[in-house]
């Protein structure tokens, strides 16, 4: 059993139901009574909140609360620069300057400490 488990978020809701992997997953935020998960390929919508997926994350420190009700991946961004997060499919996403801050000491922080894994 030294495998390593391949991490995913469950989808289920009238329309489908589905594994979302958490390689996949380049961010997520609540939109209204939703939560949006953005993929490359996709976006999926689940009745709940960012806070109620928490438990599917790993423990990595990959996903990363930027905001209230938004949670990026960190593996997935390839620059931040201007309050703007960039990803690496070409995705872009506008922050305000406190959260901006925050998240990019954070992102060094996880970039710096992820070259001696």
């Known amino acids: 059993m030294g495998c390593r488990m391949e991490k995913f978020i ?3 809701n009238r329309k489908e139901c589905c ?3 958490l390689d996949d997953v380049v961010y ?3 939109e209204g009574r939703r939560v949006k998960i953005v993929t490359d390929e996709k976006e999926f919508y ?3 909140k960012v806070s109620d997926l928490s438990p599917y994350f790993d423990s ?3 996903f990363y609360p930027c905001m209230k009700g938004m949670v990026v991946n960190f593996d997935r ?3 931040m620069k201007d309050q703007i997060i960039y ?3 070409g995705m872009q996403y506008v922050l305000g300057r406190t959260n901006y801050l925050k998240t990019k000491q954070t992102f060094v922080n996880y ?3 992820k070259k001696f894994d």
């Open 111 to 113: 970039m710096t400490a």
């Open 10 to 12: 469950p989808i289920v």
């Open 28 to 30: 997520i935020e609540n």
């Open 19 to 21: 594994k979302v992997w």
């Open 77 to 79: 961004v390839s620059s």
């Open 60 to 62: 990595d420190e990959r």
């Open 46 to 48: 689940l009745y709940a």
């Open 87 to 89: 990803f690496r499919n």
